[in-house]
């Protein structure tokens, strides 16, 4: 069984997802389907089709957030001891040692990433490269565009 590490504000999110698909999305393409079937042959009709069509993702979606909650391995990082090491739901400030650019980031779980608002998945190459280094470390991550080397300046173990 895979485990699916998030955080607890990860996890509420994906909660709020379903409710919304179950109580608003979901009655709302059941009530699309059932106007389209009020418009005859079904063969083709482009409403039914595309109301199925929704349906299908909606069903496909509700799956996917009840086995990713079901599976799900809630961290709270808040009730871990601070000691200078990256882990997963760990803020981190990095600054590329060539141009001196500082940036920080919240290392979370997949669903959660977003790089406009600097959140970065566990799995991302820079994640992989973060996690488990400790204050002033220095890192080299691998991109298309070359090696870029950073130096860790901070990390913060708050929600």
């Avoid at 981190?92 to 998945?121: Q, R």
């Amino acid at each position: 069984m895979v485990q699916y590490p998030m955080t607890a504000n990860g996890a509420a999110k994906l909660r709020s997802e379903l409710k919304q698909l179950k109580t608003v999305t979901r009655p709302r393409i059941v009530k699309a389907i059932a106007e389209a079937r009020e418009h005859g042959d079904l063969k083709e009709n482009a409403e039914y089709h595309a109301a199925r069509e929704q349906q299908g993702f909606c069903e496909g979606r509700i799956q996917d957030i009840e086995a990713k909650l079901s599976n799900a391995r809630i961290i709270d990082i808040t009730n871990i001891t601070n000691n200078g090491k990256v882990i997963f739901g760990a803020t981190v400030t990095i600054v590329n040692v060539e141009t001196d650019a500082e940036v920080t980031y919240k290392i979370v779980g997949d669903d959660e990433a977003n790089i406009k608002i600097n959140l970065i998945s566990v799995s991302s190459p820079l994640a992989r490269g973060l996690i488990g280094k400790t204050l002033d470390d220095e890192i080299s991550i691998v991109t298309p565009g070359g090696t870029i080397d950073y130096e860790i300046i901070s990390v913060q173990y708050i929600a």
